[in-house]
């Protein structure tokens, strides 16, 4: 074989080269190493406010001048990105005990569905106080707060898919790997994270898309007399709203779109061109994705080298025999297995009747029959309002998405923008569609109520799209030479073959939307404040009068809610329409 | 004798293809032809067979036949008027089946009545008759996930039957099925026909499989690929039911063999003078594979000279996967193509023999001396200072010969040849070439 075969790669190709030649950098080595190192100083700079001192009572001042925005964004940035990060260690720990641990999955899991249909913005609510009171008198605390906001919003499907996939690594690679003795640890890294990558990358991107939503929100928050108020877009939204300032909100439109395009481009373009490659279809697929900035990162000599060698340190990690030894076999000598899980289902039966204990204590004796009923009634209203919109946007958007998905060059320039839209945080739109109401005096309760579809009935869109483009082409082949009729066309042809994208795009947007219902029901301009009561609308007041009690009472009635529809209508949906749909 | 389906020859035919030209439109500006210059009558009462390599554009042409795509230039007549876009009394059969997962058998069978707008009642009849007609009786409830695949085809001819087409087309309806179900649906399907069961007058059947060809059709189209276009008719003037081992049958295939292999030396030999033969396509075909086939053409009882066609039976290989392999060892020297025959040359004998390591250097030698492209690409890298080159720079050099399809395949040829040889490497990651080594 090749002459070179003993040496390690790297060398390898540079004898093959000439050393000199193959150390020079080129000229996309200079491209490349301007943007790492922007990118890196202004992270920095982002992150080094972030340790800088607060104080509860005064909280800074925002400036509404547009040469402010830049820091304001990149603030927002940052914490995004710490939050993603977050995410990802979440995911790779908590997903691989529940997937490697039966008796964890058995109570990781479920927790991990209530967790999904608990909103983000009830989480900030409690946990902003917690924060602030760990680091007393520094920004951090408030910061730690917001993006534990949006780290809610990111986590939870993240770490599914990867128990997903997890629990669905093949067979005979996994016994490859078992042959090969490779210990745990390797097998974690050089098998089960590889194959579980497209998946984990596709729902980092949906947590993204939803994320920029939250980290607006969760910028300026006060809870009853604590007032937090953390430098960024969403904050200076905010103080806009506060001045009554359209041109002001007009400029953060702008700044949140380049981030989003930026971010996009710079971060999740070159991850997903790269993922690719542990895509397990041993076909190759039609459409490769491609990235400018990995091809110029791969294409660069000098920095090539450089990820060269981190990536062998990574694997050198990778690689180190680590060997977790189960902690099982004296209690499965001592006791049988049956008894060890009753053991722990006690315990765990018992964990949760404390804190069920505890809350009824906490929330117990301030919350009253009426109260009862209000947030029932105001539940019921909410939860038509979600119904009637996702049926809404379902009828313009379903048809709208079969006509561009048929249409390959119409999807490709459509597709990047739905994508946009469903990213990009409605919330700074909110200011726009209130100036309008407000002038038209036109009734809040209508009206406020298409804001909380705002932002994701995109979801549908583009969710639609997918579907119809990947409608197999024998299939239309078949039904244009049947001359099939228009309305058994949609009936039996098209709208069947869509319905499982359409169902993952609902279920996404209708969850999207009970998130969207606290900021959207109850929105203000200036002084003039309107409300559209609705669940969300009473979480919102409730926040702001700091009353905890009915907080939590109004967050665990929407918490019911989402898990109700999840499991008694969407994924009954989803499991029908992803049974039909197989052939095999 | 298919004669009891002849009626007179003067009648207006089923089909008439004249001067159809079918182009798709290249990302650089001209484009690329698939069919050129197609002339075919179908008349009533015959089966008529489009024989031909993947790239022959025979699917498309049967896609023109049946409205679903439209010429470039060129008209298309069904039953005397002009064709534009599908019409009552085509129905197409389709190599994938194309049955929709949702639907039951019957409901799948009964979308090809749509069209017809007839009571529920009387569709629900006529559904139901086709179904039993096709042999799927019992199964009307079943789900196509929960048949088999010749089950699956039969509901694909129940559905195209059952609106009593005139003209039937049929593309590659068998191929997508094991050798067993494929046999037993043929025959099926030629008993109806024989016995006037169907109301079709005339069948166009696309298939790649010469046998299969010999076997249904009265009369076969052989065609040529870039661009597709017609190199021969044969007639098959054979009763039904035939002998596959009847000598006429034999001899019949055979000749389609020679004219195939005919074509293909003739054809990469005028491939030669484009662009200095490196714009000349190469046949898809791993290295294994030319080792294997050198091997066993080496060994008794063919001992370096064997007929394609009887390679084709104990290889179990069809002709689409058996003539590009001719092809890539005609297009490296290692073989004679000829006449439905494929002959060792010296160095074709000398490779069968050879260990790993001496295969590597000839395949090399070879590579170097008869595919232009090849050598090109190592000129480049070995001109080169950074010995890299972009795949991209390959591609658009192609493209200006061949479809943006024909040129990733055979670049993508190159590279596992070249990877073999060790003549020089690719990078996917960095879609670049480099110097192996």
Redesign the interface.
């Given at each position: 074989?090749?002459?070179?075969g003993s040496l390690p790669r790297a060398h390898?190709?540079g004898l093959?080269?000439g050393r000199w030649?193959e150390r020079t950098p080129n000229w996309r080595d200079i491209v490349a190493v301007l943007l790492l190192l922007a990118t890196l100083i202004l992270l920095g700079a982002g992150a080094r406010q972030m340790v800088a001192p607060f104080v509860l009572a005064r909280p800074p001042q925002i400036s509404l001048a547009p040469s402010a925005l830049p820091m304001y964004t990149l603030r927002t940035v940052v914490r995004m990105l710490a939050a993603l990060l977050a995410s990802l260690v979440f995911t790779l720990t908590y997903a691989t005990i529940a997937a490697k641990s039966r008796r964890a999955e058995l109570v990781l899991i479920p927790l991990l569905d209530v967790l999904q249909s608990v909103p983000v913005l009830g989480y900030l609510s409690f946990t902003v106080v917690f924060f602030v009171s760990l680091f007393p008198g520094s920004v951090l605390g408030p910061e730690l707060a917001a993006i534990f906001a949006i780290f809610t919003s990111q986590a939870w499907n993240m770490a599914f898919s990867f128990y997903q996939a997890l629990r669905t690594v093949p067979t005979d690679l996994d016994e490859a790997s078992r042959s090969l003795r490779a210990t745990p640890w390797q097998r974690f890294w050089r098998l089960e994270v590889p194959f579980a990558m497209p998946g984990l990358v596709w729902n980092m991107m949906m947590s993204m898309s939803g994320g920029w939503f939250f980290v607006v929100a969760s910028e300026a928050i006060s809870v009853g007399e604590i007032q937090v108020v953390l430098p960024g877009v969403g904050s200076y939204v905010a103080t806009a709203i506060e001045h009554r300032d359209l041109a002001a909100v007009g400029y953060a439109i702008i700044a949140m779109t380049l981030a989003i395009v930026a971010y996009d481009q710079l971060l999740f373009r070159p991850i997903v061109a790269w993922a690719d490659?542990f895509r397990f279809e041993q076909a190759a697929a039609q459409v490769v994705p491609h990235s400018w900035l990995l091809?110029l990162l791969?294409?660069t000599r000098f920095l090539n080298r450089l990820f060269e060698r981190a990536g062998s340190c990574a694997e050198g990690i990778a690689r180190w025999p680590l060997t977790f030894r189960p902690a099982a076999p004296w209690s499965r000598r001592l006791l049988p297995r049956n008894i060890v899980d009753a053991l722990w289902l006690t315990a765990v039966g018992a964990m949760i009747a404390y804190v069920i204990a505890r809350l009824v204590h906490f929330a117990g004796p301030e919350l009253t029959r009426s109260d009862l009923q209000i947030v029932a009634g105001q539940g019921a209203l909410t939860f038509l309002r979600v119904l009637i919109l996702i049926a809404l946007a379902s009828l313009v958007w379903v048809p709208i998405g079969v006509a561009i998905g048929l249409r390959p060059r119409l999807t490709a320039f459509v597709q990047p923008i739905a994508q946009f839209l469903a990213a990009f945080p409605a919330n700074l739109l909110f200011p726009v569609a209130v100036v309008l109401i407000v002038r038209y005096h036109l009734a809040p309760k209508l009206w406020l109520t298409p804001l909380m579809i705002l932002g994701t009935q995109w979801y549908i869109l583009f969710n639609v799209i997918a579907g119809a483009s990947a409608f197999?082409s024998?299939?239309r082949?078949?039904?244009?030479?049947?001359?099939?009729?228009p309305a058994?066309w949609w009936r039996?042809?098209m709208l069947?073959?869509v319905f499982p994208y359409y169902v993952t795009g609902a279920i996404t947007a209708s969850g999207g939307a009970w998130n969207a219902s606290i900021v959207s029901e109850s929105v203000s301009w200036g002084p003039t404040h309107l409300s559209a009561s609705g669940l969300g609308a009473y979480i919102a007041q409730m926040t702001a009068a700091g009353d905890y009690p009915r907080i939590a009472l109004g967050i665990a009635v929407m918490s019911m809610l989402v898990i109700a529809t999840n499991r008694l209508l969407w994924r009954p949906l989803y499991t029908l329409a992803e049974r039909?749909?197989?052939?095999? | 004798m298919t004669g009891q389906h002849m009626a007179d020859n003067s009648a207006i035919p089923v089909l008439e293809l004249s001067k159809v030209c079918k182009s798709f439109a290249k990302a650089s500006g001209d484009p690329v032809p698939v069919l050129a210059d197609i002339d075919v009558t179908l008349r009533e009462g015959e089966i008529l067979g489009l024989l031909g390599r993947s790239g022959s554009g025979k699917s498309t042409l049967l896609r023109i036949a049946g409205g679903l795509v439209s010429p470039t230039s060129g008209a298309v007549r069904y039953r005397g008027d002009a064709l534009s876009g599908p019409a009552p009394g085509i129905a197409v059969v389709f190599q994938t089946f194309a049955l929709y997962p949702w639907l039951t058998v019957l409901q799948n069978v009964e979308l090809g009545l749509d069209a017809l707008k007839l009571p529920a009642t009387e569709g629900l009849a006529k559904a139901v008759a086709a179904i039993d007609l096709i042999g799927l009786d019992g199964f009307q409830s079943a789900y196509p996930r929960e048949l088999s695949g010749g089950m699956r085809q039969r509901v694909g001819f129940a559905r195209a039957l059952v609106s009593d087409p005139i003209l039937l087309l049929m593309d590659e309806p068998f191929s997508e099925l094991d050798v067993l179900t494929a046999d037993t649906l043929r025959t099926d399907f030629l008993d109806l026909w024989v016995e006037h069961q169907l109301s079709t007058k005339a069948v166009l059947m696309v298939t790649h499989n010469i046998d299969e060809a010999v076997l249904m059709c009265d009369r076969i189209l052989v065609l040529l690929s870039h661009p597709g276009r017609i190199a021969a008719e044969i007639p098959v003037p054979l009763a039904h039911p035939r002998d596959r081992l009847d000598s006429e049958f034999r001899s019949i295939v055979d000749d389609i063999y020679a004219i195939l292999t005919a074509r293909l030396t003739e054809s990469a030999q005028t491939r030669h003078a484009l662009h200095g033969g490196v714009a000349q396509p190469l046949p898809h075909v791993s290295t294994n594979r030319i080792g294997g086939f050198v091997e066993t053409v080496a060994s008794p009882p063919y001992l370096g000279c064997a007929e394609l066609a009887e390679l084709g039976r104990k290889l179990a290989l069809e002709v689409n996967e058996l003539l590009p392999v001719a092809e890539a060892l005609h297009v490296l020297e290692f073989a004679d193509v000829k006449d439905g025959r494929v002959r060792l040359t010296a160095a074709g004998r000398v490779y069968a023999h050879s260990g790993t390591d001496d295969r590597k250097r000839q395949f090399r030698e070879h590579l170097l001396r008869f595919v232009p492209l090849a050598a090109h690409i190592r000129r480049v890298l070995d001109d080169r200072e950074s010995h890299t080159a972009p795949r991209a720079r390959f591609d658009f050099e192609l493209q200006d010969h061949l479809s943006k399809d024909d040129a990733r395949r055979t670049l993508n040829t190159a590279i596992g040849w070249a990877r073999y040889a060790e003549l020089f490497s690719y990078d996917d990651r960095a879609r670049q070439f480099t110097l192996a080594r």
């Amino acid at each position: 074989m090749a002459d070179a075969g003993s040496l390690p790669r790297a060398h390898g190709a540079g004898l093959a080269a000439g050393r000199w030649h193959e150390r020079t950098p080129n000229w996309r080595d200079i491209v490349a190493v301007l943007l790492l190192l922007a990118t890196l100083i202004l992270l920095g700079a982002g992150a080094r406010q972030m340790v800088a001192p607060f104080v509860l009572a005064r909280p800074p001042q925002i400036s509404l001048a547009p040469s402010a925005l830049p820091m304001y964004t990149l603030r927002t940035v940052v914490r995004m990105l710490a939050a993603l990060l977050a995410s990802l260690v979440f995911t790779l720990t908590y997903a691989t005990i529940a997937a490697k641990s039966r008796r964890a999955e058995l109570v990781l899991i479920p927790l991990l569905d209530v967790l999904q249909s608990v909103p983000v913005l009830g989480y900030l609510s409690f946990t902003v106080v917690f924060f602030v009171s760990l680091f007393p008198g520094s920004v951090l605390g408030p910061e730690l707060a917001a993006i534990f906001a949006i780290f809610t919003s990111q986590a939870w499907n993240m770490a599914f898919s990867f128990y997903q996939a997890l629990r669905t690594v093949p067979t005979d690679l996994d016994e490859a790997s078992r042959s090969l003795r490779a210990t745990p640890w390797q097998r974690f890294w050089r098998l089960e994270v590889p194959f579980a990558m497209p998946g984990l990358v596709w729902n980092m991107m949906m947590s993204m898309s939803g994320g920029w939503f939250f980290v607006v929100a969760s910028e300026a928050i006060s809870v009853g007399e604590i007032q937090v108020v953390l430098p960024g877009v969403g904050s200076y939204v905010a103080t806009a709203i506060e001045h009554r300032d359209l041109a002001a909100v007009g400029y953060a439109i702008i700044a949140m779109t380049l981030a989003i395009v930026a971010y996009d481009q710079l971060l999740f373009r070159p991850i997903v061109a790269w993922a690719d490659k542990f895509r397990f279809e041993q076909a190759a697929a039609q459409v490769v994705p491609h990235s400018w900035l990995l091809d110029l990162l791969r294409r660069t000599r000098f920095l090539n080298r450089l990820f060269e060698r981190a990536g062998s340190c990574a694997e050198g990690i990778a690689r180190w025999p680590l060997t977790f030894r189960p902690a099982a076999p004296w209690s499965r000598r001592l006791l049988p297995r049956n008894i060890v899980d009753a053991l722990w289902l006690t315990a765990v039966g018992a964990m949760i009747a404390y804190v069920i204990a505890r809350l009824v204590h906490f929330a117990g004796p301030e919350l009253t029959r009426s109260d009862l009923q209000i947030v029932a009634g105001q539940g019921a209203l909410t939860f038509l309002r979600v119904l009637i919109l996702i049926a809404l946007a379902s009828l313009v958007w379903v048809p709208i998405g079969v006509a561009i998905g048929l249409r390959p060059r119409l999807t490709a320039f459509v597709q990047p923008i739905a994508q946009f839209l469903a990213a990009f945080p409605a919330n700074l739109l909110f200011p726009v569609a209130v100036v309008l109401i407000v002038r038209y005096h036109l009734a809040p309760k209508l009206w406020l109520t298409p804001l909380m579809i705002l932002g994701t009935q995109w979801y549908i869109l583009f969710n639609v799209i997918a579907g119809a483009s990947a409608f197999p082409s024998d299939l239309r082949e078949a039904a244009a030479s049947l001359r099939v009729r228009p309305a058994r066309w949609w009936r039996e042809v098209m709208l069947p073959g869509v319905f499982p994208y359409y169902v993952t795009g609902a279920i996404t947007a209708s969850g999207g939307a009970w998130n969207a219902s606290i900021v959207s029901e109850s929105v203000s301009w200036g002084p003039t404040h309107l409300s559209a009561s609705g669940l969300g609308a009473y979480i919102a007041q409730m926040t702001a009068a700091g009353d905890y009690p009915r907080i939590a009472l109004g967050i665990a009635v929407m918490s019911m809610l989402v898990i109700a529809t999840n499991r008694l209508l969407w994924r009954p949906l989803y499991t029908l329409a992803e049974r039909r749909t197989r052939l095999d | 004798m298919t004669g009891q389906h002849m009626a007179d020859n003067s009648a207006i035919p089923v089909l008439e293809l004249s001067k159809v030209c079918k182009s798709f439109a290249k990302a650089s500006g001209d484009p690329v032809p698939v069919l050129a210059d197609i002339d075919v009558t179908l008349r009533e009462g015959e089966i008529l067979g489009l024989l031909g390599r993947s790239g022959s554009g025979k699917s498309t042409l049967l896609r023109i036949a049946g409205g679903l795509v439209s010429p470039t230039s060129g008209a298309v007549r069904y039953r005397g008027d002009a064709l534009s876009g599908p019409a009552p009394g085509i129905a197409v059969v389709f190599q994938t089946f194309a049955l929709y997962p949702w639907l039951t058998v019957l409901q799948n069978v009964e979308l090809g009545l749509d069209a017809l707008k007839l009571p529920a009642t009387e569709g629900l009849a006529k559904a139901v008759a086709a179904i039993d007609l096709i042999g799927l009786d019992g199964f009307q409830s079943a789900y196509p996930r929960e048949l088999s695949g010749g089950m699956r085809q039969r509901v694909g001819f129940a559905r195209a039957l059952v609106s009593d087409p005139i003209l039937l087309l049929m593309d590659e309806p068998f191929s997508e099925l094991d050798v067993l179900t494929a046999d037993t649906l043929r025959t099926d399907f030629l008993d109806l026909w024989v016995e006037h069961q169907l109301s079709t007058k005339a069948v166009l059947m696309v298939t790649h499989n010469i046998d299969e060809a010999v076997l249904m059709c009265d009369r076969i189209l052989v065609l040529l690929s870039h661009p597709g276009r017609i190199a021969a008719e044969i007639p098959v003037p054979l009763a039904h039911p035939r002998d596959r081992l009847d000598s006429e049958f034999r001899s019949i295939v055979d000749d389609i063999y020679a004219i195939l292999t005919a074509r293909l030396t003739e054809s990469a030999q005028t491939r030669h003078a484009l662009h200095g033969g490196v714009a000349q396509p190469l046949p898809h075909v791993s290295t294994n594979r030319i080792g294997g086939f050198v091997e066993t053409v080496a060994s008794p009882p063919y001992l370096g000279c064997a007929e394609l066609a009887e390679l084709g039976r104990k290889l179990a290989l069809e002709v689409n996967e058996l003539l590009p392999v001719a092809e890539a060892l005609h297009v490296l020297e290692f073989a004679d193509v000829k006449d439905g025959r494929v002959r060792l040359t010296a160095a074709g004998r000398v490779y069968a023999h050879s260990g790993t390591d001496d295969r590597k250097r000839q395949f090399r030698e070879h590579l170097l001396r008869f595919v232009p492209l090849a050598a090109h690409i190592r000129r480049v890298l070995d001109d080169r200072e950074s010995h890299t080159a972009p795949r991209a720079r390959f591609d658009f050099e192609l493209q200006d010969h061949l479809s943006k399809d024909d040129a990733r395949r055979t670049l993508n040829t190159a590279i596992g040849w070249a990877r073999y040889a060790e003549l020089f490497s690719y990078d996917d990651r960095a879609r670049q070439f480099t110097l192996a080594r």
